[in-house]
């Protein structure tokens, strides 16, 4: 699947934006992953995928703080 040319082609695609912010965080273009995983959630503020993807990033950065942020608020919601 080539991610970026979906995410161009229908800029409200949220499942796109995530794959081609994992794609540029493989690539260990961080900051751009990043500005793609918080596209998507302010698209579709609910989507977990968006976030642990977003958490997990900041966790290889060993930005921990932020990633924690990020993973226990899902994790409490998840008990719910």
Same mark, same amino acid.
């Given at each position: $699947?080539?991610?970026r040319? @979906?995410?161009?082609? #229908?800029?409200? =695609?949220? +499942? /796109?934006?995530?794959?081609?912010?994992n794609?540029?965080?493989?690539r260990?273009?961080?900051d751009?992953?990043? $500005?793609?995983?918080?596209? @998507?959630l302010?698209? #579709?503020?609910? =989507?977990? +995928? /968006?976030?642990?993807?977003?958490?997990?990033?900041?966790?290889?950065l060993?930005?921990?703080?932020?990633?924690?942020?990020?993973?226990?608020?899902?994790?409490?919601?998840?008990?719910?």
């Open positions: $699947i080539n991610y040319r @979906a995410w161009q082609s #229908n800029e409200t =695609y949220a +499942e /796109a934006m995530v794959g081609y912010g794609v540029l965080a493989i260990k273009q961080t751009s992953a990043l $500005i793609m995983f918080d596209k @998507a302010t698209i #579709n503020p609910d =989507y977990r +995928e /968006a976030a642990y993807a977003k958490a997990a990033t900041y966790y290889n060993e930005r921990y703080n932020e990633s924690i942020g990020i993973v226990v608020p899902l994790l409490d919601a998840h008990e719910d």
